[in-house]
Every structure is written in C-alpha cells, then in structure tokens.
C-alpha cells in the first residue's frame, strides 16, 4: 500500500470517529501533552487504534490524538510524537503531519524539549523558533516524490511563519512571559551531544538543540502547512551544566506548563485567518 492510500484509510477512520473540520495541527513535545487536556469536547483516539500510525515509546508522552475546540478554533493534537531515533524510518515520523493536512488543517502549532546552547538561556526559558537546522542525517522527503502533497524541491525559505512569529511575540509581551528566539538544530539522538557537537552548533548558529521537529516542518511546509514553533529550554546543553537526562527535562516542563499554555492558547485565539 502506497503512502497515498495510507493517508486516506487513516483520514477516513479518523472522520469517523467524529473529527470534522480541522484548522490547527497540534504536536506536544516531552512533558507538554497536558495542555490537551484543555481541549473542550475532546474526542480521544488512541495511535493503537489508528490505522497505519505507529506508537509512542517515550517517557511524557501519553500517545493519542485529541480532537476539539482550543481558544475557538477547532485542533487536533498529537500527545506524544514520533522520533526517528525510536527505530521508525522518516516517512513514518512525519505520517501524522500529513494525516493532519488530509484532514484540511492549514497551519502546525509544533512544540519540543530543548537543550539551550545559547549562553543567555537559562532552563525554562520558552523560545520561538525562527529557523532551524537539519543535522539529523536523514530527510523526510528522500525517496520518491508524492506529486499529490507538494512539490520535488520545497522552498525553506520561510519555514516557520513569520507572521504567526510577531503575534507570539506580541502575546508574550502582553502576558509578560519571556520568550526568548533562536534556531533550533535538530541532531538523531538518542545520546545527548558531546561538549564538542554543541560548541560545533553554536559555532554554526544553532541556539537549541533536540531530537525532533525538524522532519515534522519539512513535511508541514511540504504540503503548504503554516508553521509556528515553540521550545522549552529545559536544560542547559552538553559542556554547559554538570549532566543531563530525561527526568530533568519532565521536570523543567512541569515547571513552565502554565505559561507554556497561556502562551499557545493566546496564540491561537489571536490568530484571525490563514
């Protein structure tokens, strides 16, 4: 079975679940799946169940897609995403972006865990993503093209919205949450960085660093999806601080959540059209 009728067998079972109308995709990184829970009339689905959709392994991640109204507009969120380290190739990894663009979303809300690589980050601190890079070793879009969901060569150029990026910035200073911006690169995992690859990161622009997000964009703006992008700045990277592991990362963000929510909800209700 082809990726094209994968897509429409899973956007199908879907809908048939009672998903309508979609405006906003929604993916919730490591420890940021809660604010699904503040989705009114919410129709849960867990990714078992869902055809073709592989499952999530990771710690924080609660594994199900959550349909209903967020901040008045109608979102489906992914608590918990898929990671290429998992073992899954890159074309599942970025299964549910397309899935979302099936079923008539025109913009992707992505969120992640971070490491900070930036000397002036400090842990919680949230950041929108101006740009990223792609140091992962792998692409999406390797392989042939799916002529129906975008074109050969996609143009990268304004990966993440920058109109979706002033009205964060404007409701960040309007909630006086602190957000800091910067390029995020996207590196394989699952081992954290050396000191060395962070140096080498910061060297080259990158201002945080995480195992995700950078296949969910290109995939996104493939097919002609909007992108806003948030990270916690949940540890400092290799080099800057004594250690790092995963249970500090769960930790840092349940320490940010309610501002991390205000945030994206704020955004979301000030967003007014496509």
């Known amino acids: 079975m082809n990726v094209q009728d994968q897509l429409r067998e899973t956007v199908a079972f879907i809908q048939a679940q009672g998903v309508q109308e979609v405006e906003f995709g929604l993916i919730l990184g490591s420890g940021l ?15 078992e169940k869902i055809p073709h959709f592989p ?29 290429y380290y998992e073992g899954y190739s890159m074309q599942t990894v970025v299964f549910p972006v397309r899935v979302m663009n099936g ?15 930036n000397t002036s980050f400090t842990p919680g601190n949230l950041m929108l993503i101006t740009d990223h890079i792609n140091f992962m070793g792998n692409h999406p879009l390797i392989g042939k093209n799916e002529e129906n969901l975008g074109p050969r060569f996609p143009d ?8 979706y990026g002033q009205i964060a910035k404007k409701v960040a ?3 006086t949450i602190s957000l800091q911006e910067g390029v995020y690169m996207g590196f394989s995992g699952p081992t954290y960085e050396t000191p060395a690859e962070i140096r080498f990161a910061r060297t080259i622009g990158a201002d945080a660093v995480g195992m995700s997000t950078v296949p969910e964009v290109i995939a996104a703006r493939h097919v002609g999806l909007n992108v806003l992008g948030i990270s916690c700045i949940t540890n400092l990277a290799s080099g800057m601080q004594a250690n790092l592991n995963h249970k500090e990362v769960v930790e840092t963000t349940e320490r940010v959540k309610v501002d991390f929510k205000r945030l994206i909800t704020t955004i979301l209700a000030e967003i007014k059209g496509v």
């Open 55 to 83: 499952v999530s392994t990771v710690a924080g991640h609660a594994g199900q897609l959550v349909y209903g109204s967020l901040s008045g507009k109608k979102v489906i969120a992914m608590q918990g995403r898929f990671h």
């Open 173 to 175: 200073e309007k909630l």
């Open 33 to 47: 799946g809660e604010l699904a829970n503040d989705i009114q009339d919410p129709i849960c689905i867990p990714y």
């Open 156 to 163: 990268m150029s304004e990966a993440y919205s920058h109109s």
């Open 103 to 117: 079923l008539g979303a025109h913009s992707l809300i992505v969120t992640n865990a971070a490491g900070g690589v």
